[in-house]
Structures are given as structure tokens and as C-alpha cells.
T-cell receptor, first 116, second 117 residues
Framework: AQSVTQPDIHITVSEGASLELRCNYS??????LFWYVQSPGQGLQLLLK??????LVQGIKGFEAEFKRSQSSFNLRKPSVHWSDAAEYFC??????????????FGKGTLLTVNP | EPEVTQTPSHQVTQMGQEVILRCVPI?????FYWYRQILGQKVEFLVS????????KSEIFDDQFSVERPDGSNFTLKIRSTKLEDSAMYFC???????????????FGAGTRLSVL
């Protein structure tokens, strides 16, 4: 069964500082990997995705993530955080393969607080 | 930009009552999903729906739950007799369909917060 671990429940950074949110997954084959962001009262917005190919993927709002198969990780990074990035971030793995419903398994999320 | 729409945004109900949560998926999408998030916990898969039938469901999705696509646009989740533990945020998602890459992205609605009293 697939699973996702986000080890950091809450991270606080200063505006302008760099950010890295950790995500480790467990899946028997090459996974589809996603990062979603949820602002208060909002739905889940897709930040970026990895399906195949280049292991460094770029997303919206200046975010990027790197797929490292050897470490089963898909960490999210941003070089300079803005106050508007304060939100909860979810890493998810999607099942792949023929006949799969591509259901997503989410981590517990990391709440990001940005100090001025 | 097309989006998934969910109504209502907040539903309050008494224990034992039936509720129907409504979703309008993106119009050319073929696969539909419900997820839920109990406060403080992770987002969990409930059910997937394709070609007018359930394609997969989790162990959470027991006989109290049902899904339906009553017309060409709506996708509903019904909870027949709500329990206190059904209180959660319920997310609807849709996906374009078979193929590689972008067709496998699930787009989520803003959610319906269900409060069972």
C-alpha cells in the first residue's frame, strides 16, 4: 500500500528566507507525486507534479521539487518565501499502472507560518 | 480557468439525518473522486467513480455512503444517517481521463465542511 510521510507538522520561516518541506513516500513502483497547497477556507491547489523524466520539477509561485528515488523523497523548495506563502502544504502520491484509479494518498500536511 | 465547484461550503446537520453534498466537476473530466479530511488529520480517499459506477472505494466508504451522477454535470455524495464522526471537510475532485501527464492530475474543489451535532 502506498503511504506518505511529512515529518514536519509546523514550520516557521522569515519572509525572504529559503524553504524546504520534506516528503517521503512508500510505493512499489514509480509513483506519481504531487504537492498541493491549501490556504484557509480554500480548496487544494496543485503546486507541482512529477510523472516521469527530469527529476527537478518546477511549479507555480516559484516552487520546485526534486524527486530522489534512492531516498524515496520529493521535497518541496522555494528560494525566497513571501508572506502569501503561509498555508498548509500537502504531499501526495498517486497510484500508477493500468486500470489504476490514480487515487491519491496524502501526507498529514505541513503548516507554514511566515514571519515578517 | 475551469474549476470544481462544491456546495454548500458548510453544512450543519443533526446526528441521524441524511445529507447530500454536491459537486460540479470540470466539464470534460471523466473520473470523479470524494476525499475527506477530519480536523487535524490527513486527507483520505473515499471513493472514485467512472462511467456511472464506483471504480474503487475505501474501507471508510460503508453502506451509509453513496455517490451518484444524477445528470451530466453534478456528482453527489450522500450520507444516509450521519454520525458524529462524519464531521469533516469533504473534497470533491475530478480528473480528465486516460493517458499520460496532465490527464492524471486531480483538480479539487474548495470543500464542504460537514458538522454533525
Amino acid at each position: 500500500a502506498q503511504s506518505v510521510t511529512q515529518p514536519d507538522i509546523h514550520i516557521t520561516v522569515s519572509e525572504g528566507a529559503s524553504l524546504e518541506l520534506r516528503c517521503n513516500y512508500s510505493y512499489g513502483a514509480t509513483p506519481y507525486l504531487f504537492w498541493y497547497v491549501q490556504s484557509p477556507g480554500q480548496g487544494l491547489q496543485l503546486l507541482l507534479k512529477y510523472f516521469s523524466g527530469d527529476t527537478l520539477v518546477q511549479g507555480i509561485k516559484g516552487f520546485e521539487a526534486e524527486f530522489k528515488r534512492s531516498q524515496s523523497s520529493f521535497n518541496l523548495r522555494k528560494p525566497s518565501v513571501h508572506w502569501s506563502d503561509a498555508a498548509e502544504y500537502f504531499c501526495a502520491v498517486g497510484a500508477t499502472g493500468g486500470g489504476s484509479n490514480y487515487k491519491l494518498t496524502f501526507g498529514k500536511g505541513t503548516l507554514l507560518t511566515v514571519n515578517p | 480557468e475551469p474549476e470544481v465547484t462544491q456546495t454548500p461550503s458548510h453544512q450543519v446537520t443533526q446526528m441521524g439525518q441524511e445529507v447530500i453534498l454536491r459537486c460540479v466537476p470540470i466539464s470534460n473530466h471523466l473520473y470523479f473522486y470524494w476525499y475527506r479530511q477530519i480536523l487535524g488529520q490527513k486527507v483520505e480517499f473515499l471513493v472514485s467513480f467512472y462511467n456511472n459506477e464506483i471504480s474503487e472505494k475505501s474501507e471508510i466508504f460503508d453502506d451509509q455512503f453513496s455517490v451518484e451522477r444524477p445528470d451530466g454535470s453534478n456528482f453527489t455524495l450522500k450520507i444516509r444517517s450521519t454520525k458524529l464522526e462524519d464531521s469533516a471537510m469533504y473534497f470533491c475532485a475530478s480528473r480528465r481521463g486516460e493517458g499520460s501527464g496532465g490527464r492524471n492530475i486531480q483538480y479539487f474543489g474548495a470543500g464542504t465542511r460537514l458538522s454533525v451535532l
